[in-house]
């Protein structure tokens, strides 16, 4: 059946437009912090109403230490993850931040691994294959930060956006590093966050609402940080522009939409066929950037988001090949909890194996 590839291209298209559009929304001039903040509360506007109607009888079940753990697990992976990832695509570009998304499960492995949570025998095709996917995204990475090469400059001179990012607007090396390293500290929160969540799934196991709770405390966090990051509220306002574009993009067809279409294809065929897509958006992006916004694509950014692309399918191989005694009526049963928000616990191991292979495509 063909209908899965279809939606996974369409996903893969959603998330390309999402690094573009909002590169070009702060490329306008909004506070980072800002656009983070207004893009959770389009998405508290698209998550809560639909949490009202299905979940507010579960809502009773919540206890102080619960909400707790939400709070803290909102502080690191919205939050704190979100607003560095934009923060990085104002200092770089939308190849850089599309690249580095490749490099978020094996940062999840790693943390598995630090935790105990992973094993990697060195001896075996597997572990070889996991140690090489580390290596690759390191290198990838320091490639980004500090080694740009040439450029290739776009041949499309009217551009979509009017004040998008140009060759007279490229950012200093200095900026550049710094804005690349935000990514890899981006990347490493989210991984952190996702370890976080599969436990407190673990413990309540209500998917949609620890996401609806944790989306609305992490609008409440970052206002505060925007108002300290900007205290003039007349750079707050929002125009029929690029930026509003922006954020109702990202709370409504990201949050709403792609999501959901997610999930859909999770259920056809496995988190790892989806983790699998994840470097057409980097391809995408790299072009969209190049032929809508004018940027300077550099040979270094398209070589280090390769390497990065390398280690990931380097350690999605290596766990493919792991050894898995699970009978047949155990897989069954722990696909089936995994589609049901109401269902039984999981075992640890069995919540990171989805949870590591799905989460690059949760940002």
Known sequence: ?????????????????????????????????????????????????????????????????????????????????????NL???????????????????????????????????????????????????????????????????????????????PSHSPS????????FLMVLFSMTWSAWMLMQARLVDEYPNKMLVTVIECVFSVLQLFIIAVIAERDFSKWKLELNVTLLAIVY??????????????????MKGPVFLAMWTPLSFSLSTFCSWFFLGEIVHVGSIVGGALLVGGLYSVLWGKSKEPTIVSHSDTKTSHDSIQDEKGCHHKAQEEQEITWASEVEQV
């Open 88 to 166: 990085g695509i104002t200092f770089t570009s939308a190849t850089v931040a599309t690249a580095a998304t490749n490099s978020v499960p094996v940062f999840t492995f790693c943390f598995a691994l630090l935790f105990r949570l992973e094993v990697m025998k060195l001896r075996s095709r597997s572990g070889i294959a996991k140690l090489a996917g580390i290596g690759l995204c390191l290198a990838g990475v320091l490639i980004i930060a500090f080694y740009l090469g040439p450029g290739l400059r776009p041949v499309n001179h009217h551009h979509a956006v009017a004040h998008a990012s140009s």
């Open 1 to 85: 059946m063909k209908t899965p590839y279809v939606v996974v291209i369409i996903i893969e298209l959603m998330y390309t437009g999402m690094y573009v559009i909002s590169k070009a929304a702060l490329d306008q001039g909004m506070n980072p912090f800002v656009f983070t903040f207004y893009r959770q509360a389009a998405a508290a506007l698209v998550l809560l109403p639909i949490a009202l109607v299905f979940q507010r009888k579960n809502a009773s079940s919540l206890s102080p230490r619960i909400l707790l753990k939400m709070f803290f697990c909102a502080l690191i992976g919205f939050t704190g993850s979100l607003g560095m990832c």
């Open 250 to 267: 990202n709370g409504f067809v990201v949050t709403g939409i792609s999501y959901y279409l997610q999930a859909w294809c999770m259920e």
């Open 173 to 180: 090396r200095s900026t550049w590093i710094k804005g690349t």
